[in-house]
């Protein structure tokens, strides 16, 4: 199977930094926060899509919660931003001009971003969706946004917004090659359930783009995880009983 939501949000990453490098600060302050504020609803709006698709409420919810719970515990979103933080050295040292030097602004930033492109829940969810099930919609959905957010930064940071085109590829392709591994494994249901996390994920990071609550989307990761085991225990384990 092609990985067409992968290529398609990886390259709206690509040119999006091509964009706003050349662009440089043409664009206004206004412009931009009120473009930011709208990508925090079309995230909402991705959510609740995938949100309905759920079956297994229970399951999904003791997922969100106990994931939750892992990560936090774990201090999964600290790590994921560590990794980031490795990832933005060699990054920097690409495009030396862009986002190096003493500028510790610049460098903040690029890890912000880095986290965002690479590692967060929408592109997770769904790079392993599209991995399962062939449906690329999530990423091409995402791949929308990712171009204008990645021109707004780039005008910021330069063409090193580009370079995070490489390793988002590279984690994303590894998740969509895993998923192919689980789909063999899985039912209808769990899917469904899974989608309906990942929703809840999505949910959450539109709260956060639109600065209403620092929800720790990062620290959720984990409940995906968690989504399809509690969906397959709650279907053949626990409704038998009830």
């Keep these: 199977m092609f990985p067409t939501g992968v290529v398609i949000n990886v390259l709206s990453v690509f040119f999006g930094g091509i964009i706003g490098a050349a662009a440089g600060n043409r664009l206004s302050d206004n412009f931009k926060n009120q473009l930011s504020s709208l990508f925090g609803i079309c995230a909402m709006t991705m959510g609740i ?8 409420m229970p399951a999904v919810i003791f997922a969100v919660i106990v994931g939750t719970a892992v990560g936090l515990a774990l201090h999964f979103g600290e790590g994921v931003n560590h990794a980031a ?14 986002a190096s030097g003493n500028d510790e602004q610049k460098k903040a930033l690029l890890v912000t971003i880095i986290v965002l492109f690479c590692a967060s829940g929408t592109g997770i969810y769904g790079s392993i969706d599209a991995g399962m099930t062939g449906n690329h919609t999530v990423l091409i959905s995402k791949s929308i946004l990712d171009i204008f957010t990645a021109l707004i930064f780039a005008c910021q940071l330069g063409y090193v917004v580009s370079v995070i085109a490489i390793p988002q590829f590279i984690i994303f392709y590894a998740l969509f090659l895993c998923a192919g591994l689980i789909y063999p494994l899985t039912t209808p249901t769990m899917i469904n359930d899974f989608k309906a996390c990942g929703g809840v994920l999505l949910l959450a990071t539109g709260f956060r783009m639109l600065n209403l609550k620092p929800l720790p989307t990062a620290d959720m990761i984990p409940a995906m995880i968690l989504a399809m085991p509690c969906s397959w225990a709650w279907t053949n384990v626990i409704m038998p009983l009830l």
């Design 85 to 98: 933080g490795l990832m933005q050295k060699p990054i920097a040292k690409i495009l030396k001009t862009d």
């Design 49 to 56: 899509s995938a949100i309905t698709l759920m079956e297994n």
